[in-house]
């Protein structure tokens, strides 16, 4: 029984042409458990081999499955095994030399990220995590396309208070290294609770696909009736969340059987672009708000992240990632103009970052925002994510030299947006008490 139709191919064609549909990323995911050696030459060397030979035809096979299907790929990654855990070994090494093999390995097979500069500290210090944390800042100034991540807490662990007060500061410094580049140190440089295991780290060698397209969430919810009951409109995005997760699925199927490794996971999280029309916030709109931002804003987007959820876990054989909705403000051109306007604040962004798949993402703050004030911002994002058994994260950058209402421009995927005010009183003897913040009873699963 021929499962197509012409609709069906017609308006698939559409999402790519006027839609924005594309497929967001492309990821190998590569252990390097093996790479392990207390010589920290040896180590650099062997990652630099065993990355540029694992992922070696990464953007080739991907480009070519692109331009064969027509099917948009804008970005090609790798992740790899969090990086403290190879730095335990060698307790002389410098982190940041490790840092430079990713981004050196990273530019020889033509990716645009590689993930991994890591640490999981939710149950506290290893051997290498306060080192790799203390060495992120320079890390990421001295190299290009490396990210960072830290995991400081978990619904079964609570919240390492002490891992807290170190990102607040290393938030600050890597945004203070690269002020003379928009800041974009603090860009790469995410602080997780409850970090998925397959983001950034995969076992073994495995391809995982991350799809988008909120412009034809929006495009499709433009042609219902305004008048239409809201169990429509959840339908409508679950019905449209499903065929473009299908396609995300046939990417990861073709790039696994050309690479030879098996596909992992689909993250069918709807991220946006600077694009116009290829906006969260306007899915939002489009639903019946004003402005992103107004009453009403989360009680949409949490039946935008449900909606998406339940129609990709049917189009995928494996859902994994973040996957759900994004809200990265300077990302998305409807809430650069809703936090232009006032209408979108930091205090809404987080009421919003209870329902959705991140947090605090991609948020430009006033440059003299102090470390402290970092870290509590961290602090409160990961209690939400804690006590909800969620994913929470936060991304900001510190806009050194410059104050609330100026804009911050990045250019390309990472847009612009305007410095959002913060509110400033100290909150540092909280912060300096350090501990750890005890796992809620949601925790006691068993």
């Known amino acids: 029984m021929n499962m197509m139709n012409t609709g069906d191919i017609l308006e698939t064609i559409e999402m790519f042409t006027q839609d924005n549909l594309d497929v967001r990323t492309v990821t190998m995911g590569i252990s390097l458990l093996d790479c ?36 948009p790929i804008i970005n090609k990654r790798i992740s790899v095994t969090p990086i403290a855990m190879l ?8 982190p940041v030399d490790f840092a430079k093999t990713l981004d050196a390995a990273g530019k020889k097979v033509g990716v645009n990220f590689v993930g991994g500069y890591t640490a999981l500290v939710h149950k ?7 080192r790799l944390i203390e060495s992120i800042p320079r890390a990421l100034a001295e190299t290009d396309i490396v990210c960072s991540s830290v995991n400081i807490g978990a619904t079964k662990a609570g919240l390492n208070m002490d891992a807290v007060k170190l990102m607040g500061e290393a938030v600050k410094k890597a945004s203070e290294l690269t002020a003379d580049r928009q800041c974009i140190g603090a860009a790469k ?3 997780f609770c409850n970090a998925p295991e397959d983001n950034p780290f995969m076992a073994g060698c495995e391809i995982h696909v991350g799809v988008s397209g909120p412009g ?8 219902l009736p305004k008048d239409a009951p809201i169990d429509q409109v959840a339908e409508l995005v679950k019905r449209t969340a499903f065929k473009i997760t299908r396609v995300g699925q046939l990417v990861a199927n073709l790039a696994s059987e050309e690479l030879g ?15 116009v029309g290829d906006s969260v916030a306007n899915i939002l709109e489009e639903m019946g708000l004003e402005t992103c931002g107004c009453c009403g804003t989360t009680a949409c987007l949490a039946l935008l992240n449900d909606a998406v959820k339940k129609g990709g876990v049917m189009a995928s054989n494996h859902v994994g990632g973040l ?14 103009h809703a936090a232009e306007s006032g209408c979108l604040t930091i205090e809404k962004l987080e009421a919003m970052t209870a329902v959705c798949s991140v947090g605090i993402d991609m948020v430009i703050i006033p440059g003299d925002t102090t470390p402290a004030v970092i870290s509590a911002l961290i602090a409160d994002e990961a209690a939400i994510g804690m006590v909800n058994t969620k994913t929470t994260a936060v991304r900001v950058i510190p806009a050194i030299g410059r104050k609330a209402g100026e804009v911050l421009d990045f250019g390309g995927l990472l847009g612009y947006g305007p410095i959002m005010p913060v509110n400033q009183r100290d909150p540092s003897v909280f912060i300096n008490r350090g501990g750890r913040l005890p796992a809620p009873m949601q925790s006691l699963k068993n």
Do not use: Q, W
């Not at 392990?36 to 953007?59: F, G, H, Q, S």
């Not at 506290?124 to 306060?130: N, Y």
């Open 124 to 130: 506290g210090f290893s051997a290498g995590d306060l």
């Open 87 to 94: 730095l335990g070994a060698c307790p002389d090494a410098d």
């Open 216 to 223: 034809a969430v929006r495009a499709a919810l433009a042609r």
């Open 323 to 336: 996957s759900g909705a994004f809200i990265p403000v300077s990302e998305d051109d409807g809430m650069i």
């Open 189 to 191: 440089l995410v602080v």
């Open 261 to 275: 490794v098996p596909a992992g996971i689909i993250d069918l999280s709807l991220a946006p672009t600077p694009a």
């Open 36 to 71: 392990i050696d207390p010589d920290p030459k040896k180590a650099c060397e062997k990652i630099y081999n065993k990355i540029t030979t694992r992922a070696a035809r990464l953007v080739p096979a991907v480009e070519h499955i692109s331009a064969e299907y027509g099917i």
